[in-house]
């Protein structure tokens, strides 16, 4: 069975970095698309990032762009959410799912639908 489990959430100052990880068991990360998705307190669950199954291809959020990257270690079959240049906007649960493609996911309704969710990583980002 297709599962996914999230780590790496921390507190971070401004500016600072952290490394999330997705790692994936049941299934090897290039098969399905894997996608980031976080949910700030009092706002509504967003998609973050995405990484195609195939060609690698990779989606971010604009608030993002140029501070996170989002890269696949075949390998290990994790997934990793690199985020630089932290902001206090980014505080919130950091969650990982896949499916078989970005658009699935990031256009999801419910976690549920999708083939494998997490439970979540928690980053606050704070002085």
């Known amino acids: 069975q297709a599962q996914v489990v999230e780590s790496g959430g921390a507190l971070a100052q401004p500016g600072g970095s952290l490394r999330l990880s997705c790692s994936a068991s049941?299934?090897?990360?290039?098969?399905?698309?894997i996608g980031w998705f976080r949910q700030a307190p009092g706002k509504e669950r967003e998609g973050v990032s995405c990484?195609?199954?195939?060609?690698?291809?990779?989606v971010y959020v604009d608030s993002v762009k140029g501070r996170f990257a989002i890269s696949r270690d075949i390998t290990k079959n994790v997934v990793y959410l690199q985020m630089n240049s932290l902001k206090s906007e980014d505080t919130g649960t950091y969650t990982c799912?896949?499916?078989?493609?970005?658009?699935?996911?990031?256009?999801?309704?419910?976690?549920?639908?999708?083939?494998?969710w997490g439970r979540g990583t928690v980053v606050i980002v704070s002085s």
């Open positions: 799912a896949a499916d078989v493609r970005c658009a699935v996911i990031l256009n999801s309704e419910f976690l549920s639908d999708l083939e494998a």
């Open positions: 049941g299934f090897a990360v290039d098969y399905y698309a």
């Open positions: 990484i195609s199954a195939k060609e690698d291809h990779t």
